[in-house]
């Protein structure tokens, strides 16, 4: 492990080799995106989305859950109006993905465009924090980023279709804890990026605004208000 | 447009939403200088996501959510396996439900 002094002393560059080394960063992340997948893709048959059209959601929108709200709203009669309120709502519950590629700007901004744009269009919240792990070890190499992206993409995808065959067989999910699979996965990443007390004071305080959100707020905002107060809070507060 | 189309059209209108959020920030972040505070402000946000993400479903979904992200937390800090700390804690979190927790 190495410690938080010696993060952005390397340059970003892109290599072949990083391609290998992103497939093994994220073999941890698979299995989550296998689950979650799953999940989707029997929310996805219960709520009338046919196969191909919970295959192509997955593979073009990759984003859980906004897929899952979207499930939900989904409608074999749809309309254009009806259209552009999933557009909104998806905006709503992605809205988060703004923050989390403007936090990859100090790394990967010096490279050219071509070698950073495809591997942000796959960029999840499991393969962000992943990414976000092997910076803050000291790595710089972007192909890294890109093929961890590309490997939870085709499993989020391969996930998705015997999700939506097996729509159902597993009635009660809650009983394995399976609602609680990715929350799990969000502490245990955040493990190696504990840098003492003094910087989860803006932890704190995202997760207290968000909870406050969750109270007031309907449907996902409350993630973007957490997050934006944790975010100000680390900028007002000196080190 | 046929029913299907508008099922099709809905998909692509949220790929493009999703994709453009996704680059946006990225693209937004080469138009401000990074100063020292900005760059806290960003090393924040991963602890920040998690907090709001997590912290409100731990405590709609109540104990066996607790219990499950601290068996988690544990594990991963003893093991550092990811994995390891992800099915022990979700494995706490049914073993409570089954139990009535």
């Known amino acids: 492990m190495t410690t938080g002094t010696d993060r952005h002393r390397d340059i970003a560059h892109c290599s072949v080799a990083g391609l290998a080394a992103g497939a093994r960063l994220a073999l941890p992340g698979m299995p989550i995106m296998a689950v979650f997948g799953v999940a989707f893709g029997t929310a996805a048959a219960q709520n009338g989305l046919t196969l191909s059209e919970a295959t192509l959601m997955s593979a073009l929108v990759f984003a859980g859950a906004s897929q899952f709200v979207a499930a939900e709203m989904w409608t074999t009669s749809m309309t254009a109006a009806w259209v552009i309120a999933l557009g909104l709502v998806t905006a709503t519950v992605n809205m988060r993905f703004f923050l989390m590629s403007a936090s990859l700007r100090p790394w990967l901004g010096t490279l050219p465009a071509w070698q950073t744009y495809p591997a942000l269009a796959l960029m999840t919240d499991p393969g962000w924090l992943l990414a976000t792990q092997y910076r803050s070890r000291g790595g710089s190499d972007s192909a890294v980023f890109l093929s961890s992206g590309v490997m939870l993409w085709l499993t989020w995808i391969a996930a998705t279709v015997p999700g939506h065959a097996l729509g159902g067989i597993v009635t009660d999910p809650t009983r394995f804890g399976l609602d609680l699979v990715m929350p799990c996965f969000f502490v245990v990443m955040l493990v190696p990026l504990w840098r003492g007390s003094r910087a989860a004071i803006s932890w704190l305080v995202s997760g207290a605004v968000a909870v406050l959100t969750a109270q007031l707020l309907p449907s996902w905002w409350f993630i973007m208000a957490g997050v934006i107060a944790g975010s100000v809070t680390a900028g007002v507060f000196d080190e | ?101």
């Open chain 2, 1 to 101: 447009m046929s029913e299907a189309d508008l099922g099709l059209a809905a998909i692509v209108v949220m790929a493009i939403t999703t994709f453009l959020i996704r680059v946006g920030g990225f693209w937004f972040m080469a138009h401000v200088p990074l100063t020292t505070r900005v760059r806290r402000m960003l090393e924040a946000l991963p602890g920040s996501v998690v907090a709001a993400a997590v912290l409100p479903i731990a405590i709609k979904s109540g104990i066996p959510a607790v219990l499950a992200v601290s068996m988690a937390v544990l594990v991963m800090r003893a093991s550092r396996s990811a994995l390891a700390g992800v099915l022990i804690g979700i494995t706490a979190a049914a073993l409570a439900r089954s139990a009535g927790v």
